[in-house]
């Protein structure tokens, strides 16, 4: 038997990923956000901060715009300060040639924070946007 043919009919072939091939995909709106990626590089030996934005978001992932190339690991954190929102998971997707990665995100925002950060957004699209301060 060939290595192909034993390829095709591999069990691991039907095994699915909940959160990667049945989860739901929300809808990525445009944004315009500062925001910060945190890593830690060589191990765990310290802690390397970057500055990004992000342009895309929806509540399961986002597009970053990063200001110069730089080899990003495949996980780290993402900070949005102006919404103060912290600690978000990420796990990289998708790098583009661009300067723009696309991340998923290790759990789901809420779209309480969701709406802090279109709050804070200074895209156009955004502009009329107000915070409710009960909420907060």
């Given amino acids: 038997m060939s290595v ?3 390829g095709k009919n591999h069990f691991l072939n039907k095994e699915e990923s909940f959160m990667y091939d049945r989860e739901t995909r929300y809808r990525m709106e445009d944004t315009m956000n500062a ?3 945190e890593y830690t590089e060589k191990g765990v030996l310290n802690m390397a ?3 990004c934005d992000v342009v895309r978001i929806s509540m399961s992932g986002a597009v970053l715009s990063l200001l110069t190339q730089y080899k990003l690991p495949e996980q780290f954190y993402l900070d949005i300060p102006d919404a103060r929102i912290s600690k978000v ?3 990289l997707m998708r790098t583009y040639a661009n300067n723009t990665v696309e991340v998923r995100f290790l759990s789901l925002l809420t779209q309480k924070e969701l709406d802090r950060i279109f709050v ?3 895209h156009p699209a955004h502009r009329d946007r107000v915070l409710d301060i009960r909420s907060w």
């Fill in 4 to 6: 192909q043919s034993r």
């Fill in 35 to 37: 925001a910060r990626i």
């Fill in 49 to 51: 901060a970057r500055r």
């Fill in 89 to 91: 998971g990420c796990l």
């Fill in 120 to 122: 804070f957004s200074t």
